[in-house]
Structure formats: C-alpha cells, structure tokens
C-alpha cells in the first residue's frame, strides 16, 4: 500500500498529465472555458499578444486569436483549432528562448532606476521629454489593466498596452492622439533610440525609457507597469521619438 503522500504526488501528476494532454484537444471559441482555454491565454500572452488568463474564451480572447491568426497568415476568425493551439504554445516557448531585449542603439550614461514604490526615477541627465515620459508613466503605473482603456479618453480608470505607452508619450507633448500597437509600428522613427524605444506588434506595445520597461504585463507581477526586466523584442518593430 503507498503511503498517503506518495497517491498525493501521483494525483498531482496525473492532474497536471490531464491539463496537458487536454490542451489542443478541442477547438476553443467565445463561451469556451477550462484549463486548455487557460492555457491558451497564457500562450498567447508570453507569445505578445496581451491576454488575461481568467479560463473564459470571451471577445478579448477572441481578438488575441484573431491578431495572432492574422500575423501567422491564417483566417482570423478567431475560434483556436487544435492546430492554431500547438502553434501559438511553439510561438511562446520560442519567445521564450530568445536573448532579452536589444541594448538601445546608444546606451544612455545614466539609467532610471525604481523606487520602494516601484515607480521610475528620471536620471538628472535625461532630456525633460523623457523626464515627462517618466512623470506621466509614473501617474498610471498602478491603475489596472483595462482593455481600449486611454484610448476614449486620456483619464481612463484602466490601460490597456498601447493606452498605457501612448498616455505616457502623451504626457511629453510626443503624442496627440492614443494608437493602438500596430499604430505604433509606423509610428516615430525606425529603429532603437537612444533614451525611449517603442516595440509594437499586431498584438502588444511595450516601451523602453531610460533602461526600464514600461509595460502592462509588467504590471501583473511588480504591481506597477515599470520594471528593469526585459522582455525579448523577437517579433517586434522597433520605433523611437525622433531625437531621444
């Protein structure tokens, strides 16, 4: 007879063995839930497409799907077939294994840092837009997560990706009005800047200021959208404010 712990350990395997073999078993659309919908939210998240990973399939899952189907050259219906599922899961692991983000195409010789509040801290040499940037980011860092928020309005109760770097850009005089991530692929000019990056795709912004990132996943884990962890830029345009 195996002791208690041991059958304990053996569910837990089999649990987790369940999860996996349940994950692209089914096509997953909107009204959907589970783990596998879980999964595939989490998936597409760490793959750049920002989703919450709550285990309901409803329209913001469904518009993760659509921008990853599209981007991959697939009909963006946005219904996950058991393909598109194993696809998006090889998508993310490959981001995962990319190096981190790119050094800026000229280091700054001072870096921001973070406070105990988790909030940017402008080096004295940074140019005042950048400064402005950082005051601006610094002013939402810990509002929630809100999907289309600071696009109506600038004063959102939540942010979405995008929202959240264009209010900042907004704050500096850089931006008049919100885009949304593909907007920011031609936005600025190409390339990595010097003091601020913007990197977007069909499905995720995210922005570099002054060796931090500023991002709303980022959010999820520090409590604020500031964090000097980097993110891999595979799959990302870069862009950047002309002159900074």
């Given at each position: ?7 304990a350990?053996l ?49 913001a ?11 991959e ?9 058991r ?32 406070d ?6 402008a ?6 837009e ?8 610094n ?7 809100k999907?289309g ?9 939540g942010?979405d ?24 692929m ?35 884990i ?8 980097m ?9 950047h404010?002309a002159?900074?």
């Open positions: 007879m195996l002791p208690v712990l041991a059958v350990v569910g837990l395997t089999a649990s987790a063995d369940a999860l996996a073999a349940k994950y692209g078993s089914r096509t997953l659309r909107v009204g959907k839930s589970g783990s596998d919908v879980r999964a595939l939210q989490r998936y597409l998240d760490d793959a750049g497409y920002e989703t919450t990973a709550d285990g309901e399939f409803g329209p899952t469904k518009r993760s799907v659509k921008g990853f189907e599209a981007a050259g697939r009909r963006a219906n946005g219904a996950a077939s393909y598109e599922q194993r696809l998006v899961r090889s998508r993310a692991a490959s981001m995962e294994a990319q190096a981190p983000a790119e050094l800026p195409a000229t280091t700054p010789t001072e870096e921001a840092t973070l105990a509040n988790g909030l940017a801290v080096p004295a040499s940074a140019p005042p950048v400064q402005a940037i950082i005051a601006a980011g002013a939402i860092a810990t509002k929630p997560y999907y928020g600071g696009h109506g309005r600038w004063n959102d109760t942010y990706c995008s929202g959240s770097v264009s209010y900042a850009l907004h704050g500096a005089g850089l931006l008049d009005t919100a885009l949304d991530s593909s907007g920011f031609s936005w600025g000019e190409s390339g990595r800047g010097t003091w601020v990056t913007v990197y977007g795709n069909p499905g995720h912004a995210y922005m570099v200021v002054a060796g931090l990132r500023f991002d709303t996943s980022a959010r999820r520090t409590g604020t959208r500031w964090t000097d962890q993110r891999s830029s595979s799959g990302y345009t870069a862009r404010p002159g900074l």
